[in-house]
């Protein structure tokens, strides 16, 4: 059920809210309560980061806490300006154009200045759109719940086509080509 939400509804969240009217609030705390101790630091990827010109903002479909406890434990929270989540788009969930709209509406962002980095390709597809240069990001290797072949094609669905003009395996090697 939670795979079919995810990909009918652009969230597990999306579909729990339209199909069963669950209440966010507490859904988000619950599963974003998770050990992030897995997770290495890597300050080279917040300096990466900070070296980009601009500001640079996290857009998730989860929340601000679970995005703050994430860049807390990479190590890289101080290169961020902004973190603007799933509750900043009034529960509209990415792929949605709304959660864009609302997004850029609460940014300041200009489209036609900005790129958008993500872990998932159809996530992409809006914001070309909207004029944005565009990073998939594949995810490396999972573990985790998800059978590995459903989370390659999950993961990589929408990987070809014209709304993604970049592609990288490694975030911080990409990051530091471009500051060269």
């Not at 009918?8 to 992030?36: Q, W």
């Not at 949605?96 to 509406?105: E, H, I, K, P, Q």
């Not at 200045?113 to 290797?141: C, S, Y």
């Not at 993961?155 to 471009?178: C, N, Q, R, V, Y």
Request: hydrophobic share 45%; aromatic share 8%.
């Amino acid at each position: 059920m939670q795979k079919d939400f995810y990909v009918k509804h652009g969230t597990t969240l999306a579909g729990l809210m339209e199909v069963h009217g669950l209440e966010p609030g507490e859904f988000l705390a619950h599963v974003h309560k998770i050990d992030v101790s897995v997770v290495a630091p890597d300050p080279a990827l917040g300096h990466a980061i900070a070296a980009l010109p601009g500001a640079k903002m996290v857009f998730t479909n989860g929340s601000v806490a679970h995005a703050e406890n994430v860049l807390a434990r990479l190590g890289i929270a101080d290169a961020f300006t902004g973190i603007y989540d799933i509750v900043t788009t009034g529960y509209a969930p990415k792929p949605a154009r709304l959660a864009y709209d609302r997004f850029l509406a609460a940014s300041g962002i200009m489209p036609s200045r900005a790129a958008m980095f993500e872990d998932i390709p159809r996530n992409l597809a809006v914001p070309h759109e909207l004029g944005m240069k565009t990073v998939w990001v594949r995810p490396q290797e999972h573990g985790g719940a998800m059978a590995p072949e459903r989370y390659q094609q999950l993961s990589h669905e929408g990987g070809e086509g014209p709304h993604i003009h970049h592609a990288t395996d490694d975030l911080k090697a990409f990051l530091e080509m471009l500051a060269r």
